[in-house]
């Protein structure tokens, strides 16, 4: 079988070694590259020569960013060409889009590679829908934020500090605001929540960051037993159904306060199965390659991922509720005293706990919140 | 399609339950009982009305034991009809022959619920082999133990006790040497080296189980910042493979060192993909019954394991060492002093660990061995 990569950065390099080391029966016959990077004979700077081969039947497109990649994706499966992606911040933005057009051509769409890199996470979100509804999905989804909070952790050092060393170990962007800002885990908690709910889910919804994280915040919360891990949340019930993204104050008895490094935790429950977590790298250039290999191999054992999102279930904040933690100078409505410099709120919804942060905000710019869930 | 039980305890009635609530176009039309058990009317005390019938396509086992679920599986794969078990100890006995027989006679064997109940841990193995080669897997697959040394720690109590308890729970069985002694592992490490390395896996390797593990003995792990849990392990390397169940101190900070109550994690470490975790739950009428089902789903939509076992590999105990911990008065050969009534042995394999304490249990029987790996 042909297929054609679109981008041979990281991820597409990634790709490229492992189908030609280790699997039979795919050539890598194109690659889409930039008109002054034209290195290998099978590169090409026109998409013309991709999109119309008749013998290129799967298009792997590893290139990031929402243009042109949507355009591209959008003409391969409008020509009824199979797309692999990666590319969490256009199926984010598209995924009702190139879902039907998939189910108009006979396409398909993969996209496993999109969230928690090596870890067969969609497809265990798929597999435990075969039998069981998705009750809630929970995830720690980026390794930058995990390696910051990690380190702080282990060394006590500040956040500044830690964001630098990170930053040169090219573990973080010179630009990390999609990654401390939850930018990135928003996208995929959207994709995991369009999956696992079976919904075309709501582009707004309550996003945190861990950017005014501090070492005194991680030392007042590990004096309670706990730790700040940034999470992507969802849950559903009675037809209804809440996303969001934000710190959440952990026992450090959980395996999700143990996860090390730069590794990745997801987690759902199911009715049936009951919680499944998922452990392993969620970046890289193997990892990330091997999820999209996957996706590959399955095409080629004839599975058709297809996505209607056909449950009508309402957004309802309230699904998503606990008490939260604020460390701010600023005064929070109806809070309580909980440790010096920090105070509690009862029983309110993340989305709003993001208001009563915004607000707090404006105060004191270094305001840090986290949901601070009942232990048992 | 027409599928056939065979027993209806716990899990039976699991997977009973599962298909007739959430999975459409399968039927249970015929159940294997015992004479006096023949409480529904689909239910029969004869296997030849289960394997003469042209209409039952696949056979559920889930009666546990050697026999008679070795013939009964044997003569259902001769008669071309797949076969979904859950009994661990007869797959452990005879995988070589029923693989054997199912490609003979194009029947199928699937075996995703003999380890680790709801967790898809036989076909995460498998997935990862599609691209990479599995170096090595390890686990807590047994949720009685997990659950005795959890609540030992928790609760400052000694074995005794929380066995007593585990028991009264019916989480531990009247006579728990199965759990207790590494026996229940044992099968599961089996079956997994089988997958995981494609071979058909020694019967003799090193099994050791909990059984002398006392309060006194995790007191001073956790001044060493580890703590207990019985692994079942394998490793590959070079052509060569071993496997060994035993008790694994591990650092405090290790996801395993956190698995709380009867739950399951299991591990492997692909070529490109690196480590990948699975928890859930390992047992439970629901999840044991989910795991069966799923594979009764895989067989509908045209998946059909096979395990040739062609892989020449051979056994060698020393590809699974480290330094290992000797709890006891007897003296042990080779060892050095590590702590009050504990010498370290350094860098020996499972195996030789094993004979060390066998023959430490002949002067104190209350001697407890620990594998202790050097961190980092």
Request: charged share 20%; aromatic share 6%; proline share 4%.
């Amino acid at each position: 079988m042909n297929i054609a990569l679109l981008g041979h950065g990281t991820v597409g390099r990634g790709v490229d070694e492992i189908i030609t080391e280790r699997v039979e029966g795919v050539d890598v016959t194109r690659i889409l590259e930039l008109p002054d990077r034209l290195s290998d004979p099978r590169m090409t700077a026109s998409y013309d020569d991709i999109v119309g081969d008749p013998e290129i039947e799967l298009v792997v497109e590893c290139m990031g960013g929402l243009e042109p990649a949507h355009t591209f994706i959008s003409a391969a499966l409008a020509a009824g060409k199979s797309v692999v992606t990666s590319n969490k911040a256009v199926v984010a933005e598209h995924f009702g889009e190139f879902a039907r057009q998939a189910r108009t051509s006979g396409a398909a769409l993969f996209i496993e590679a999109t969230c928690a890199g090596g870890i067969p996470w969609i497809a265990s979100i798929q597999k435990a829908r075969r039998i069981d509804d998705v009750t809630s999905f929970s995830g720690i989804m980026n390794g930058t934020t995990n390696f910051i909070v990690d380190a702080m952790l282990r060394e006590g050092a500040d956040f500044d500090v830690i964001l630098g060393r990170a930053q040169e170990l090219g573990y973080a962007e010179r630009d990390p605001s999609a990654d401390i800002d939850g930018i990135d885990v928003r996208n995929k908690t959207l994709i995991a929540a369009c999956v696992a709910f079976d919904v075309d889910c709501a582009r707004e919804f309550p996003v945190t960051g861990i950017r005014t994280l501090t070492k005194a915040g991680l030392d007042l919360l590990s004096h309670h037993g706990r730790t700040a891990k940034l999470l992507g949340r969802g849950a559903q019930a009675d037809g209804r159904y809440a996303v969001a993204v934000e710190p959440v104050a952990l026992p450090k008895s959980s395996l999700e306060a143990n996860v090390p490094a730069n590794f990745n935790l997801v987690t759902l429950e199911g009715t049936t199965v009951g919680p499944l977590k998922f452990y392993g790298q969620g970046a890289g250039m193997l990892p990330t390659g091997n999820a999209i290999v996957q996706d590959v191999l399955d095409y080629m054992q004839g599975i058709r991922p297809s996505y209607d999102f056909s449950r009508d279930l309402a957004y309802d904040p309230a699904l998503l509720s606990s008490d939260y933690l604020f460390m701010t100078t600023a005064s929070v409505a109806a809070s309580e005293p909980f440790d010096e410099g920090a105070v509690l709120v009862r029983d309110i919804s993340a989305q709003r706990a993001r208001a009563l942060l915004g607000e707090a905000l404006e105060t004191d710019a270094a305001s840090f919140m986290a949901a601070f869930p009942q232990e048992g």
